[in-house]
């Protein structure tokens, strides 16, 4: 082992078909890494996507223009807003 390479310690086990095996394979012979390298990187990418999608929120144009307006141009606070602040408000005097 070398000093750059990380200290495996969690071992993950799959069932894979023969021919998606086979695939799987070929990609890592072609990137030069070993099947589980391969499986490993692969996993990781498919989670840091997966992860990044669920935290960005992509707008359409017209979207991110109603968005921007909503923030710059808020509307007045209605009646049920203000009377849900006033409860807050008494719910955190009584509470100290």
Same mark, same amino acid.
């Given at each position: 082992?070398?000093?750059?390479?990380?200290?495996?310690t969690?071992?993950?086990?799959?069932?894979?078909?023969?021919?998606?095996?086979a695939?799987v394979?070929?990609?890592?012979?072609?990137?030069?890494r070993?099947?589980?390298?391969?499986i490993?990187a692969?996993?990781?990418?498919? !989670?840091a996507?997966?992860?990044e999608?669920?935290h960005i929120?992509?707008?359409?144009?017209e979207d991110?223009?109603?968005?921007? #307006? !909503?923030?710059?141009n808020?509307?007045?606070?209605? !009646?049920n807003?203000?009377? #849900?602040a006033?409860?807050?408000r008494?719910?955190?005097k009584?509470?100290?």
């Amino acid at each position: 082992m070398t000093a750059q390479e990380p200290n495996r310690t969690a071992r993950i086990e799959a069932r894979i078909s023969p021919d998606a095996l086979a695939i799987v394979k070929r990609a890592a012979e072609l990137q030069g890494r070993s099947v589980s390298d391969f499986i490993v990187a692969a996993a990781q990418e498919a !989670a840091a996507r997966a992860i990044e999608d669920a935290h960005i929120i992509r707008l359409a144009v017209e979207d991110q223009r109603a968005f921007t #307006a !909503a923030i710059l141009n808020p509307p007045p606070p209605s !009646a049920n807003l203000l009377r #849900a602040a006033e409860a807050y408000r008494n719910l955190i005097k009584t509470s100290q």
